[in-house]
């Protein structure tokens, strides 16, 4: 199996597309994950430089939070994802729904998703997010139990800052999760937060080894599966993820480094 692998335009903005782009080509990464705006001439300059630096595209689905209804919600979700799919994605990653409609409500939301994936053909896989309907590892049980074909980009991160914790007792919970992944955001959490100041701090030891395991057990089924190549970002994001001084601001890392560190990590201990 092959692993292919993915930087986020998230922390990047501040480079102009082309000059993005041919860094993260340079820098041994296969393609880009991505919002991208409505805005004709920025969508075609997007597909010419994707063509042109052979980068692979994930579409990123994250509408904003706003005071709507869910039938409001569902129009302005179906809309979007239309709108995705014709870059021809990859797949699109969704940011799916609100952690506190409710759970019929929830489901509605992803039934309406996979219509969008069926008539374009374009897959769609939701994240697993806080703020989302799958915000934690008991309540997207509920959701795998009602949806058996619901398809989950593997975030675990968040679950660990919901959780407050590395998910202990939860095996069974993250069993489920791990066989419906069908993409990965290589991010490192723990109990008091969705990322850890620095990966290879040896203080974080403890949370990359559990995130490392359950990335392994996902590779795993995988090739189980069949699967010939699985997608995975490298997805520290910056600040306020990326923790700051106080009254300076300043990150106390470089991002895209660690980005690029986290790729070459798993690139050795990755048993593909």
Known sequence: MEIKYFMPRWGNEHLPLPDF???IKDSGYHGVEMSIPYNEEYADKLKDLLGKNNLLLIAQQNIPFANESIEKYIEQLQRHLI???????????SHTGKDYFSFEDNCRIIKAAEIISANTGVNVYHETH????????????????????????????????????????QDDLMYEAIKR???????????????????????????????????????DHQKMLGTKIFPLATEFGPKPYLQ??????REVADLFQINLGMKSYLINRLNI
């Open 21 to 23: 782009f041919k860094k």
């Open 130 to 169: 806080r703020g989302r309907c799958l915000y934690s590892a008991p309540m997207a049980k509920l959701y795998f139990d009602e949806l058996p074909e619901l398809k989950i980009s593997a975030d675990f991160s968040h679950w660990c800052c919901v959780s407050e914790s590395l998910l202990e007792g």
């Open 181 to 219: 992944t069908k993409y990965i955001h290589a991010r490192v959490g723990y109990s008091q937060g969705p990322q850890v100041n620095h990966p290879f701090a040896p203080e974080n030891n403890e949370a990359l080894d559990k995130h490392l395991f359950w990335w392994q057990k996902i590779i």
């Open 83 to 93: 709108y995705l799919a014709s870059f021809n994605p990859l797949f699109i990653n």
């Open 244 to 249: 700051t001084l106080p009254f300076t601001n």
